[in-house]
């Protein structure tokens, strides 16, 4: 790490801190040559390969708002989208590669969107699981109701077993 006053090519790690989400890392370095000190943060890049073959930053921001559409008219606050968008990346950096597939990332988006609104959802997975007919929709509703009833019903009998 060169010396940003000095240039100096070396420096030496005073403290290290992770930030607040846990997404990066927070140095204090000091300067053997020159004695000043200097701030560094250091995040893991995350790249996503687009279906063109062309590779850009992950960006929570696109995240949102390709769920926002999804959530118009719905009850979801920006709030709710930041916190979806944060837990997308969780998932996606916890599978440790440093680029993935843009399908994956839409793919990844499911599970918390059902999650927050299932009208959302179901107006995401259209785009995402290729929906092209009626009975598309109308099998992805049979499941939704159908975890949603194996739901219930254990949570009903770890209530009764009590």
Do not use: W
């Not at 846990?22 to 300067?31: M, P, V």
């Not at 995402?128 to 499941?143: G, K, N, P, S, V």
């Amino acid at each position: 790490m060169h010396c940003p006053f000095c240039r100096h090519t070396d420096s030496k790690v005073v403290d290290s801190r992770t930030s607040d989400d846990g997404a990066s890392i927070r140095r204090r370095r000091e300067c053997p040559s020159c004695g000043r000190r200097f701030t560094t943060v250091e995040t893991a890049s995350l790249s996503v390969l687009k279906r063109a073959g062309v590779s850009e930053p992950f960006s929570r921001e696109k995240i949102m708002s390709g769920v926002k559409k999804a959530c118009q008219g719905r009850p979801v606050s920006e709030d709710d989208l930041a916190l979806l968008a944060q837990k997308v990346e969780e998932s996606i950096r916890a599978n440790g590669q440093a680029e993935i597939n843009a399908l994956d990332i839409g793919l990844a988006i499911l599970p918390p969107l059902r999650e927050l609104d299932e009208i959302a959802y179901l107006r995401f997975a259209s785009v995402y699981q290729a929906f092209e007919t009626l009975d598309d929709f109308d099998a992805a509703i049979a499941r939704l109701r159908a975890e949603d009833a194996a739901a219930t019903s254990s949570s009903d009998e770890a209530s009764h077993s009590d």
